[in-house]
């Protein structure tokens, strides 16, 4: 079946030790997204790709940054894991922008 | 005032109960809107895309109400695994076009 697939589904990572998310999709949509999800809070978006057009929100902080190789693949580089960025990272694809959101089944990260 | 705004609950529904909630919007240019479903620490998941006429889906309804710039879902017959939280989402043109989403709401569905 055609999907958004992400990997590790649970990751542990060490205070200021970089670490990368992956997420691939079987869709060959055009978008890419990364959204960070906190307990009882909204996903919000950190960046996106349209085809190979990366998009950062404005309070994006530094520490975030993305890579998208390919159609299919999109990665997400942390580079010095705080504590407060222990969250579940969705990633999620559209076919254009502004269309319905397919979404991986997440990776939840601890920061120890 | 935030872009999309949902009360968060949660709402306490009798099983076979119905349930309705709204979500409203500042962006009178928004001309796409969704209705997403999470459970506990899993991913959305798309429930119903919302059209100006209103849709239904089996025990769920949607509807959109331009002039007052709201959406809203209707839950007939709760089902005890309609427990979940609901998001809306909404495309924002003053954001680039890409889509918001509103903080959600949560609902409790018991016996």
């Known amino acids: 079946d055609a999907m958004v697939i992400q990997n590790p589904r649970y990751q542990v990572t060490q205070f200021g030790k970089p670490v990368t998310l992956s997420c691939s999709q079987t869709?060959?949509?055009?978008?890419m997204y990364w959204y960070q999800q906190k307990s009882s809070q909204a996903p919000k978006l950190l960046f996106h790709?349209?085809?190979?057009?990366?998009?950062n929100e404005a309070d994006t902080p530094d520490n975030f940054q993305s890579r998208r190789p390919n159609t299919s693949f999109c990665f997400l580089d942390i580079r010095s894991p705080g504590l407060g960025d222990a969250a579940m990272y969705l990633c999620?694809?559209?076919?254009?922008?502004?269309?319905?959101?397919?979404f991986g089944s997440g990776t939840q990260l601890s920061v120890l | 005032r935030k872009e999309v705004e949902q009360d968060p609950g949660p709402f306490n529904v009798p099983e076979g109960a119905t349930v309705a909630f709204n979500c409203t919007y500042s962006?009178?240019?928004?001309?796409?809107f969704f209705w997403y479903r999470q459970d506990c620490r899993k991913e959305p998941k798309l429930l119903m895309s919302?059209?100006?006429s209103g849709n239904e889906d089996g025990r769920f309804t949607a509807q959109l109400n331009r002039a007052s710039q709201y959406i809203s879902l209707l839950i007939r017959d709760s089902k005890l695994s309609d427990s979940a939280t609901y998001l809306c989402?909404?495309?924002?043109?003053?954001?680039?076009?890409?889509?918001?989403f509103g903080g959600g709401t949560r609902v409790l569905v018991k016996p």
């Open positions: 989402v909404v495309n924002s043109k003053a954001a680039g076009n890409k889509l918001t």
């Open positions: 790709y349209y085809d190979k057009d990366f998009n």
């Open positions: 869709l060959n949509h055009n978008v």
């Open positions: 919302v059209y100006s």
């Open positions: 999620a694809t559209s076919r254009q922008g502004n269309e319905k959101l397919f």
């Open positions: 962006n009178s240019a928004s001309q796409s």
